[in-house]
């Protein structure tokens, strides 16, 4: 996993509650990446952040929310206004190594909502 | 960004290469060939990139073709922890990754 942390692994809400997804790396990278996975499916992106206190909406941004104040961290809220939250959650880091960028990624968050 | 197109399922006997194929017939000319593969329930993991050279690592071994139209992924000595889905991704050097399907390779002893 590289050094990226989420917590917790299993998350559950009750349907309407908005909900934070930590995720924090210690890799010194300067972009952040959120993803959500479907059982079955790949993965599709939510926000992504090149920079502190810079970010930008994915394919699917539509009822989440994120805020980057410090490099190493990038929470994730998902808001009672996401149709559908339940998911797997996965946060990712990226380097620049010979002139290409790496991508890794963290354990993810299996967010339940009933 | 470019298409891939993978097979969905492949089996490989422990201890063999396992070859997993990946078409990027309309790849251009500044994107590279990126592999990650992902455990059940888990977070994808990085394999090997690369952009027109063959490349190789302690993971895997990368196998593009001349015409950059296909590449290869081989393992070369499987083992059951090699069980996973296998992305093969082509994206510009600055673009976004693009998960698709993936093949689930089925180790098997």
């Known amino acids: 996993d590289g050094g990226i942390t989420q917590s917790p692994k299993y998350l559950f809400r009750k349907e309407g509650q908005n909900v934070t997804l930590s995720c924090e790396q210690n890799l010194n990278h300067d972009a952040m990446y959120w993803y959500r996975q479907d059982p079955g499916q790949g993965l599709r992106l939510i926000y992504y952040s090149q920079i502190v206190n810079d970010f930008q909406k994915g394919d699917i941004a539509e009822g989440y929310s994120v805020s980057r104040e410090k490099k190493e961290s990038f929470p994730l809220t998902v808001t009672s206004a996401q149709k559908n939250p339940t998911a797997f959650y996965l946060c990712?880091?990226?380097?620049?190594?010979?002139?290409?960028?790496?991508?890794?990624f963290g354990p993810g968050t299996r967010l339940t909502v009933t | 960004d470019a298409k891939t197109t993978q097979p969905t399922s492949m089996d490989c006997a422990e201890g063999r290469a396992a070859n997993l194929p990946c078409n990027h017939s309309?790849?251009?000319?500044?994107?590279?060939v990126y592999w990650y593969r992902q455990i059940h329930s888990q977070g994808p993991q990085y394999i090997i990139h690369?952009?027109?050279n063959n490349e190789t690592n302690e993971m895997a071994s990368l196998i593009i073709t001349e015409d950059r139209k296909s590449s290869t992924l081989i393992l070369p000595h499987a083992t059951l922890r090699d069980t996973a889905v296998y992305y093969c991704i082509v994206v510009p050097n600055t673009g976004k990754l693009i998960f698709g399907q993936g093949t689930t390779l089925q180790v098997k002893p």
């Open positions: 690369g952009l027109k």
């Open positions: 309309t790849i251009s000319g500044n994107e590279y």
């Open positions: 990712a880091s990226r380097r620049l190594k010979d002139a290409a960028y790496e991508q890794y």
